[in-house]
């Protein structure tokens, strides 16, 4: 089955709590050893395996984070509002550069694979 993809106007619209979208870098290139370099899907390797040294994302992917975001212990915590206003800030745009400044382990990247569900049309700048 071909892979979804979204253009940007189309990601732009789903900007609010009940319908979060974001556009992340989505690829990684897996690299555990210097002889060997593999580019896969993440959400399916990530499904089968649960260790991977040295991941880094190469393409313009899009996910729906409205789980994500709505259940979002910020919502009853203080302590957590600031990070919720943070992700509602960047609903519907490109927020690789605030992901990657907030997520520097691998744990939150692997968490990012499950909201998966496309990527961004190739050249599509809005």
């Known amino acids: 089955m071909p892979e979804t993809s979204y ?18 870098h989505g690829k990684v290139a897996l690299s555990a050893h210097p002889i060997f370099q593999l580019e ?8 089968n395996i649960h260790w991977c040294e040295n991941i880094r994302f190469t393409s313009a992917q899009v996910y729906n984070i409205t789980p994500h975001i709505n259940n979002h212990p910020g919502w009853e915590c203080a302590c957590g509002i600031s990070t919720v ?42």
């Open 7 to 24: 253009r940007l106007d189309e990601v732009k619209k789903h900007n609010k709590r009940d319908d979060a979208w974001i556009i992340v």
């Open 85 to 126: 206003l943070a992700i509602m800030r960047v609903l519907g745009t490109d927020c690789s550069d605030e992901f990657d400044e907030v997520h520097t382990t691998e744990g939150g990247k692997k968490q990012l694979l499950s909201y998966c569900i496309g990527r961004l049309e190739k050249g599509d700048n809005g």
């Open 40 to 47: 896969v899907n993440a959400k399916v390797f990530f499904r």
